[in-house]
């Protein structure tokens, strides 16, 4: 049989905030963590904004040893084990050390790039014919389950630990893949979550493409416009966010909060057909993802109360409106309350899903929408098919129950869940 | 070079690495790094290039896997820095 999947430990390191009160916090009172970034400027960067987590060394210390620390250079890494570690607290599990691995429990935590400064480091280094001093740390930074195996380590996890990549659609994608190994036995508790590393070497590609904004390097927090008429691209962000997966009976019996449940959900790929490429996502399969989502949870399209969509600032928001609109059948004033956490935060990349479901089950928690910024101008595009008071502005207090999270990705990769407040 | 200074200097050293504190304190010219100290075996490469960086000196492969305990450092290090 089937077990039922619930939520009940958070953790996130987010550009506008570190860790559940703050971050809570920033998000009701859409506080911007999108500053200027004078290594961007430095290095001529089109963009010259970005969010990113403010950890000091301090803070670090409380999760990694000074010898962990030493020569150490992966943000990702860094901001995974830091949220990851808060999740499982707030959980209200153990951190101290046992002999015995946790057979139950295991972690699925992505990421699309591990220690890319470390990365750097290390070729010049060894085109400097220095290989022999890498130290022994550079394989378990660069390893793209670097995060994944320093959660492992430091919470004695002994079920699956493992990384999984899928470009922007990775947070949401983990939380698909936690949820099915618990819902199937697999595993009664799992860690997922999604960490992107900050800085120059992974936001050079996307400066490149000309997809990030260019018009705001003066006015940072102006700068992530999602569905804004004037939305020029997205501001490149990192960060990283934890949500702790149960099987309710074992969460039950050990009488942990719940904050909610999964109900279900879809991950697919559009094949890079149709209107679908590397970078564009097919709108056949977007739409597909998120009716098979709710079908999934065994839900109506009509009990959907709020949207947290993936809306990064680029002219494609308004494609994104009409594929929910599509798929749920709901337009005007019947269209779900919809917000981008993007326009405080930025794009996350590989870290975005898993801090904006972060962000979606804490508004289901606590009864509140909070506000979408720099939309004052909203898309027309999108006011064709959405009424604008289904974009709230203002923080909203209101009694939430049902939240689809939806994430696309390069590769045409989709990943859509559905929770519901407990 | 002075023994017991260099003793001292070595175990300057290897503290960030060693996970026993008792055989650490205790630490002799016969004390083993893996077995005694329970450095972690990854760990020995990072010692190895912080006494290279503490003594300007370069060990190479042949000598780095003699590099078992505080005896062997010692002749190590003195015979890289009589060469220098």
Same mark, same amino acid.
């Given at each position: 049989?089937?077990?039922?999947?619930?939520?009940?430990?958070?953790?996130?390191?987010?550009?506008?905030?570190?860790?559940?009160?703050?971050?809570?916090?920033?998000?009701?009172?859409?506080?911007? &963590?999108?500053?200027?970034?004078?290594?961007?400027?430095?290095?001529?960067?089109?963009?010259?904004?970005?969010?990113?987590?403010?950890?000091?060394?301090?803070?670090?210390?409380?999760?990694?040893?000074?010898?962990?620390?030493?020569?150490?250079?992966? %943000? #990702?890494?860094?901001? &995974? $084990?830091?949220?990851?570690?808060?999740?499982?607290?707030?959980? &209200?599990?153990?951190?101290?050390?046992?002999? @015995?691995?946790?057979?139950? %429990?295991?972690?699925?935590?992505?990421?699309?790039?591990? #220690?890319?400064?470390?990365?750097?480091?290390?070729?010049?280094? !060894?085109?400097?014919?220095?290989?022999?001093?890498?130290?022994?740390?550079? $394989?378990?930074?660069?390893?793209?389950?670097?995060?994944?195996?320093?959660?492992?380590?430091?919470?004695?996890?002994?079920?699956?630990? =493992?990384?999984?990549?899928?470009?922007? =659609? +990775?947070?949401?994608?983990?939380?698909?893949?936690?949820?099915?190994?618990?819902?199937?036995?697999?595993?009664?508790?799992?860690?997922?979550?999604?960490?992107?590393?900050?800085?120059?070497?992974?936001?050079? #590609?996307?400066?490149?493409?000309?997809?990030?904004?260019?018009?705001?390097?003066? =006015?940072?927090?102006?700068?992530?416009?999602?569905?804004?008429? +004037?939305?020029?691209?997205?501001?490149?962000?990192? #960060?990283?966010?934890?949500?702790?997966?149960?099987?309710?009976?074992?969460?039950?019996?050990?009488?942990?909060?719940?904050?909610?449940?999964?109900?279900?959900?879809?991950?697919?790929?559009?094949?890079?057909?149709?209107?679908?490429?590397?970078?564009?996502? *097919?709108?056949?399969? $977007?739409?597909?993802?998120?009716? *098979?989502?709710?079908?999934?949870?065994?839900?109506?399209?009509?009990?959907?109360?709020?949207?947290?969509?993936?809306?990064?600032?680029?002219?494609?928001?308004?494609?994104?409106?009409?594929?929910?609109?599509?798929?749920?059948?709901?337009?005007?004033?019947?269209?779900?309350?919809?917000?981008?956490?993007?326009?405080?935060?930025?794009?996350?990349?590989?870290?975005?899903?898993?801090? @904006?479901?972060?962000?979606?089950?804490?508004?289901?928690?606590?009864?509140?929408?909070?506000?979408?910024?720099?939309?004052?101008?909203?898309?027309?595009?999108?006011?064709?098919?959405?009424?604008?008071?289904? !974009?709230?502005?203002?923080?909203?207090?209101?009694?939430?129950? $049902?939240?689809?999270?939806?994430?696309?990705?390069?590769?045409?990769?989709?990943?859509?869940?559905?929770?519901?407040?407990? | 070079?002075?023994?017991?200074? +260099?003793?001292?200097?070595?175990?300057?050293?290897?503290?960030?690495?060693?996970?026993? @504190?008792?055989?650490?304190? *205790?630490?002799?010219?016969? +004390?083993?790094?893996?077995?005694?100290?329970?450095?972690?075996?990854?760990?020995?490469?990072?010692?190895?290039?912080?006494?290279?960086?503490?003594?300007?000196?370069?060990?190479?492969?042949?000598?780095?896997?003699?590099?078992?305990?505080?005896?062997?450092?010692?002749?190590?290090? @003195? =015979?890289?820095?009589?060469?220098?």
């Amino acid at each position: 049989m089937n077990k039922r999947v619930v939520i009940t430990g958070l953790g996130v390191v987010a550009p506008n905030g570190v860790g559940l009160t703050e971050f809570t916090h920033a998000i009701k009172n859409g506080i911007s &963590g999108i500053k200027h970034d004078p290594e961007l400027e430095r290095l001529q960067f089109s963009c010259q904004i970005a969010g990113k987590p403010e950890i000091s060394n301090e803070m670090a210390l409380r999760y990694f040893s000074e010898l962990e620390l030493r020569n150490f250079n992966s %943000s #990702g890494i860094l901001y &995974g $084990v830091i949220a990851g570690m808060d999740a499982w607290k707030d959980a &209200g599990l153990a951190l101290e050390k046992r002999d @015995e691995p946790d057979w139950d %429990s295991g972690t699925i935590f992505g990421t699309g790039t591990s #220690g890319i400064d470390k990365f750097r480091e290390s070729i010049y280094k !060894i085109d400097a014919f220095e290989t022999r001093k890498l130290g022994s740390t550079a $394989v378990a930074q660069t390893m793209n389950s670097g995060v994944s195996a320093f959660l492992g380590g430091k919470l004695g996890l002994g079920n699956q630990v =493992t990384t999984n990549s899928s470009a922007c =659609t +990775t947070g949401t994608e983990s939380i698909l893949m936690a949820y099915e190994r618990i819902k199937s036995g697999q595993a009664k508790r799992m860690l997922a979550g999604s960490t992107s590393d900050s800085g120059p070497y992974i936001w050079g #590609g996307f400066d490149a493409m000309k997809v990030c904004s260019f018009k705001h390097n003066t =006015t940072p927090e102006s700068g992530s416009r999602p569905m804004s008429s +004037t939305a020029s691209g997205f501001v490149p962000g990192s #960060g990283a966010g934890a949500l702790v997966l149960e099987d309710l009976e074992t969460a039950l019996a050990r009488g942990a909060q719940i904050y909610a449940e999964v109900l279900g959900g879809n991950v697919n790929s559009g094949g890079q057909r149709g209107l679908g490429t590397m970078t564009a996502p *097919n709108p056949v399969a $977007v739409q597909n993802c998120i009716a *098979n989502a709710v079908a999934n949870a065994a839900i109506q399209a009509s009990e959907i109360d709020i949207i947290n969509g993936h809306l990064t600032a680029t002219s494609k928001d308004s494609l994104e409106i009409e594929n929910w609109s599509k798929a749920l059948d709901r337009s005007g004033v019947d269209f779900p309350y919809i917000n981008s956490l993007k326009s405080m935060v930025g794009h996350c990349l590989s870290g975005a899903g898993s801090i @904006e479901s972060v962000a979606t089950i804490l508004q289901l928690h606590h009864g509140f929408i909070f506000p979408n910024s720099n939309c004052e101008d909203l898309n027309p595009d999108i006011t064709a098919i959405i009424d604008k008071s289904r !974009i709230p502005q203002q923080l909203l207090y209101r009694k939430i129950k $049902v939240a689809a999270k939806a994430s696309f990705g390069f590769g045409d990769v989709n990943g859509c869940v559905i929770f519901k407040k407990f | 070079m002075n023994k017991e200074e +260099t003793i001292q200097e070595l175990k300057a050293i290897v503290k960030p690495y060693i996970q026993n @504190e008792e055989a650490f304190e *205790n630490l002799t010219e016969d +004390t083993d790094f893996i077995n005694d100290l329970k450095i972690n075996s990854a760990n020995l490469v990072d010692v190895i290039l912080d006494i290279e960086e503490k003594y300007d000196i370069v060990i190479d492969n042949e000598a780095m896997e003699k590099m078992s305990n505080v005896k062997a450092a010692l002749t190590i290090i @003195e =015979t890289q820095l009589a060469s220098k």
